[in-house]
């Protein structure tokens, strides 16, 4: 059965601290694998890896994907309180159109 | 602007009773997708639709239904199979062809209470 997992499932952390989140899988086909970031209510997307760019970055963000280990990080630098969010991993596979969700990292920056 | 609508927002039902959750767009996308969201579980697919007139069940389609008779609106029906409906659920779309797994776009969430 394909299976999307992340770590941990909540992380407290405190302004200007750097967090690392993890998401690892396990699916036929793999084709693409997504971060999205959810703070009240419609997740927001935030990067794609695929074969073709394995490493994306946005400011204090960065995300790398590991095809080799089958499994991708998500690091926020400097942390802010506006980080505090729920992040979710998600892959998309070969031939089918739906994405595979992960449960999601709920991440609480502190001031 | 283009983009995804859900309502209501917020709905509060009796067991018993059916009801629809509104999803519309307006991004000229063919796929829709219809998500379950509970505290811890992340995000759990119901049904999804590729195309017009079309479409397929979900990890958890049990005791719901879908229609899709136009490109722009994909409702979803909360029947009263659904033995624990309580949820946040999330619509989304996502455009190219059927078997591209890009960005899927979403709208802002319907939370259902059943009273």
């Known amino acids: 059965e394909d299976k999307v997992v992340q770590s941990p499932l909540s992380l407290v952390v405190h302004e200007g601290d750097t967090v690392t989140l993890n998401c690892s899988y396990e699916v036929t086909n793999f084709r693409s694998l997504l971060w999205y970031k959810q703070e009240k209510k419609a997740p927001t997307f935030l990067f794609m890896l695929t074969s073709s760019g394995i490493e994306k970055k946005s400011g204090r963000l960065s995300s790398i994907l590991d095809k080799k280990e089958l499994s991708s990080i998500l690091n926020i630098t400097a942390t802010q309180t506006g980080d505090s969010a729920i992040y979710l991993c998600a892959v998309g596979r070969r031939s089918q159109g739906n994405l595979i969700f992960g449960k999601g990292t709920k991440l609480s920056v502190k001031p | 602007d283009g983009g995804i609508t859900q309502s209501p927002k917020y709905l509060f039902r009796k067991e018993g009773q059916n009801v629809t959750l509104s999803c519309e767009q307006n991004?000229?996308?063919?796929?829709m997708y219809w998500y379950r969201q509970d505290p811890g579980q992340g995000l759990r697919l119901i049904y999804y639709?590729?195309?017009?007139?079309?479409?397929q069940k979900g990890d958890i389609a049990e005791g719901y239904s879908v229609s899709r008779e136009k490109k722009e609106s994909f409702p979803l029906t909360v029947t009263s199979a659904q033995k624990n409906p309580t949820a946040f659920y999330l619509c989304?779309?996502?455009?190219?062809?059927?078997?591209?797994?890009?960005?899927?776009?979403f709208g802002e969430g319907s939370r259902l209470t059943v009273l």
């Open positions: 639709s590729q195309i017009v007139n079309d479409f």
């Open positions: 989304a779309s996502k455009g190219g062809d059927a078997t591209n797994t890009g960005e899927l776009f």
């Open positions: 991004l000229n996308h063919d796929a």
